[in-house]
């Protein structure tokens, strides 16, 4: 069996793979597949895993191709976040900062004018979602490609530059949860 690996994360304990068939699980003292979890063996939106992201020794949020879950990889248990806003979207990206805040992208593709559409920037604190789009922020381009955040907090934000494209002010952006400014 041939699959590709598309995203990896790390607990103390275990190296956790996301691959187009499903969340792996190793070992890290010698690299050992010990699980497989996918749509069939739990609640997983989708086999195709996107991106991951350690929530604590026992869950790690998983992103896929369709949707957001958390993953309970020892119970083999995973479950949809109450009002998600990402079912029918592929997860991008996703990082947390230090209050434990998720923060995430999606994508998916707009059938009716054929382009690949993004979510721009949410925010997910356990309870409440938060979502930031070109529409109704400062925020240049809604398909991002990288989230990380600075020491400071500053969420930094990869999108796809043009150079040629004046009036799509995209590229490298930051947010101090106050305001957007992009870089270009």
């Not at 793979?17 to 996918?38: K, Q």
């Not at 600075?150 to 995209?170: E, F, I």
């Amino acid at each position: 069996l041939y699959t590709q690996v598309n995203c990896f994360a790390f607990s103390e304990f275990a190296a956790w793979i996301g691959t187009e068939a499903g969340f792996m699980g190793s070992t890290l003292d010698s690299p050992n597949i010990m699980s497989v979890l996918d749509s069939h063996n739990t609640d997983l939106p989708s086999d195709m895993i996107t991106a991951l992201l350690v929530k604590d020794d026992d869950f790690v949020w998983v992103g896929t191709d369709n949707g957001l879950a958390l993953l309970d990889p020892y119970n083999y248990s995973a479950t949809t976040p109450k009002s998600s806003p990402f079912k029918g979207w592929g997860i991008t990206c996703i990082t947390k900062d230090k209050q434990g805040t998720l923060w995430i992208s999606a994508m998916k593709m707009d059938e009716e004018e054929g382009i690949l559409k993004g979510s721009g920037l949410t925010s997910y604190d356990g309870k409440t979602w938060q979502s930031f789009t070109s529409k109704k922020s400062q925020l240049a381009e809604d398909l991002l490609n990288a989230i990380g955040i600075g020491p400071d907090g500053t969420k930094w934000l990869g999108t796809t530059y043009s150079p040629w494209d004046r009036d799509h002010g995209s590229g490298l952006c930051a947010y101090d949860g106050k305001a957007f400014k992009t870089h270009g």
